[in-house]
Nanobody, 123 residues
Framework: QVQLVESGGGLVQAGGSLRLSCAASGFTVSVYAMGWFRQTPGKEREFVAAINWSGGNTNYADSMKGRFTISRDNAKNTVYLQMNSLKPEDTAVYYC????????????????WGRGTQVTVSS
């Protein structure tokens, strides 16, 4: 069974940091592009970051550049999202996703999704 399981979310003070992990099972992460998205209740899912596993290329939403870093560890079948300088507007459920093609900025094309992990940033 293919699964993506996010962890590392929680409550953090503004300006603080969190590191999210996404553990994959049932498939080999190394042949997939991986992405992070986030969503708040009643709002559209928002692109956060993506990484191309074969080339190591990354891209980020403008509001995340310089603050968030996506990385991978193919040996552990895991992708990470390091989040620094967190702001209250970063509060959301963060989802990990796998794309058999490239790491696009839209949800379409991502084949597998995790159930999400809650990140709450207080003022």
């Amino acid at each position: 069974q293919v699964q993506l399981v996010e962890s590392g979310g929680g409550l953090v003070q503004a300006g603080g940091s969190l590191r999210l992990s996404c553990a994959a099972s049932g498939f080999t992460v190394s042949v997939y592009a991986m992405g992070w998205f986030r969503q708040t209740p009643g709002k559209e899912r928002e692109f956060v970051a993506a990484i191309n596993w074969s080339g190591g290329n990354t891209n980020y939403a403008d509001s995340m550049k310089g603050r968030f870093t996506i990385s991978r560890d193919n040996a552990k079948n895991t992708v990470y999202l390091q989040m620094n300088s967190l702001k209250p507007e970063d509060t959301a459920v963060y989802y990990c996703a796998a794309n058999p093609s490239i790491g696009t900025m839209t949800a379409g094309g991502y084949r597998y999704w995790g159930r999400g992990t809650q990140v709450t940033v207080s003022s």
